[in-house]
């Protein structure tokens, strides 16, 4: 079975400070994606990364960078100098190959991120 | 380009009663998804149409059914409605099926049974 921790359930920060959200997975498929989700109060879900876990490499796109370390199970996402826009829940997401050809996402229990100014 | 819709927007019901929730995907997007999204918790899997046809369903009862049209917007309908259904209720398109691709979610349609 497909799961995945996301064991912060609130990070509160003052604007600027870096701020690190953890995520560890657990899969048997030996093919899978990883997804970060941020959901603003409007509740729409907004893309942020996709990682396949045949590339390790870590990203970096403006204040976010990803970590995947595959030896840890874990894909962790860190918010450079945060700024208050960056207050939402933020979710980290699981899909494998042995899903019949669905789509399904698992997704952990959100980190709810406020950033105060 | 127009994103994924859903309606209604809010919708309040009551016990035993039944709901048909509405999503239309990104154009050219062939791949419909429904999520449960109870308060406080991440999105549960509901059901996966591509191409018309159900490619996943998740751990939700018979109550719980869909079907995808073909100019590939969906339904997803839900009977018997019990308090426990009251949620955001969450619609994603992708271009293909398969797990690697990217999903787009919708504002969600949010259900409260009373």
């Known amino acids: 079975a497909q799961k995945v921790t996301q064991a912060q359930t609130e990070i509160s920060v003052v604007e600027k400070e870096d701020v690190t959200l953890d995520c560890v997975y657990e899969t048997r498929d030996t093919t899978y994606y990883l997804f970060w989700y941020k959901q603003p109060p409007s509740g729409e879900l907004v893309f942020l990364i996709r990682?396949?876990?045949?590339?390790?490499q870590n990203e970096i796109s403006g204040r976010y960078s990803w970590n995947f370390q595959k030896s840890t199970s874990s894909f962790n996402f860190t918010i450079t100098a945060s700024q208050v826009v960056d207050s939402a829940v933020y979710f980290c997401a699981l899909s494998g190959s042995t899903q019949g050809g669905s789509e399904k996402l698992v997704f952990g229990k959100g980190t709810k991120l406020t950033v105060n100014p | 380009d127009a994103g994924v819709t859903q309606s209604p927007t809010h919708l309040i019901k009551t016990r035993g009663q039944h709901v048909t929730l509405r999503c239309s995907p990104i154009?050219?997007?062939?791949?419909v998804s429904w999520y449960q999204q109870v308060l406080g918790q991440g999105p549960q899997f509901i059901f996966q149409y591509y191409e018309k046809e159900e490619r996943g369903r998740g751990n939700f009862p018979d109550r719980f059914s869909a079907r995808q049209f073909p100019n590939y917007s969906s339904e997803l309908n839900v009977n018997a409605l019990l308090l426990g259904d009251s949620a955001l209720y969450l619609c994603?398109?992708?271009?293909?099926?398969?797990?690697?691709?990217?999903?787009?979610f919708g504002p969600g349609t949010r259900l409260t049974v009373l």
């Open positions: 990682r396949n876990s045949f590339d390790e």
């Open positions: 154009s050219g997007h062939k791949s």
């Open positions: 994603a398109s992708s271009y293909g099926t398969g797990g690697y691709n990217e999903q787009f």
